[in-house]
């Protein structure tokens, strides 16, 4: 899906509440392509309104979630889901994105 | 002997006392807070403990209606046991409420690193649309 949204001019960036070198690992575990960031105390996760408190004893987590925001700064649309087990869809993805993309 | 069956009845005991802890929170449990791995750790002691008790009276122990009983109570643990850790673990999952945005909001000011040291912030991220993805993270 990267190089998709990527040749429609659009770019991916993920938040990983950990260190920069759990992100690094992870990284390098995983292929990701995209810049991955860390957000060691969820801090921004939290200004996001993302923050999931105690989500392990003793720490707070990011709440899942998948943010489609326009070239102006504005969320177009949001993909939350309720439950851990469920991931997003190539469609849910490609939906999202595409309302980012055409609304002004 | 004797102490086969006062391990596997303590043993039980615990497991109820544990799943009684539990108890108030039963409806729902979001995920699991400090307070309640003490809890899971006593349930899971108990049931271990009613297990041996159970197995060391059912190998040694004397006469029939004993051993119908304390193999009862084994089931009875472990059926315990089980079902809180289903219960625990079918619950965890579940999320807080999700946040809402205001369509005429920008996202919030940030500005954090990416893997390769890149600093990346809200303002450098302007100018095309963009797919924000939040993990949980490696934990």
């Known amino acids: 899906m990267y190089p998709e949204i990527q040749k429609a001019g659009g770019e991916v960036v993920g938040f990983m509440p950990d260190t920069p070198e759990d992100v690094k690992a992870m990284v390098e575990r995983t292929g990701v392509k995209f810049p991955m960031l860390a957000d060691p105390d969820a801090a921004v996760a939290e200004a996001f309104g993302l923050r999931h408190a105690e989500a392990v004893p003793g720490k707070d987590l990011a709440r899942p979630a998948i943010l489609f925001v326009r070239a102006d700064g504005t969320v177009a649309g949001s993909f939350q889901p309720d439950n851990y087990r469920r991931s997003v869809t190539p469609e849910e993805l490609r939906a999202g994105f595409a309302g980012a993309v055409t609304s002004p | ?139």
């Open chain 2, 1 to 139: 002997m004797g102490i086969a069956v006062i391990v596997a009845l303590l043993g039980t005991v615990l497991v109820a006392v544990g799943g009684l802890l539990f108890l108030p929170q039963a409806p729902q449990l979001p995920v699991l807070g400090a307070g309640d791995w003490p809890k899971l750790i006593v349930i899971y002691l108990g049931a271990g403990w009613s297990l041996l008790g159970a197995v060391q009276f059912l190998r040694h122990g004397q006469g029939r209606p004993g051993k119908a009983v304390l193999g009862l109570l084994m089931l009875l643990s472990l059926a315990g046991a089980g079902g809180v850790s289903w219960w625990v673990l079918s619950f965890s999952y579940q999320l807080p409420a999700p946040a809402q945005f205001a369509a005429e909001k920008p996202i919030p000011a940030f500005e954090l690193r990416d893997q390769d040291g890149n600093t990346v912030s809200d303002a450098s991220l302007r100018g095309k649309p963009v797919v924000l993805i939040f993990g949980r993270g490696v934990w």
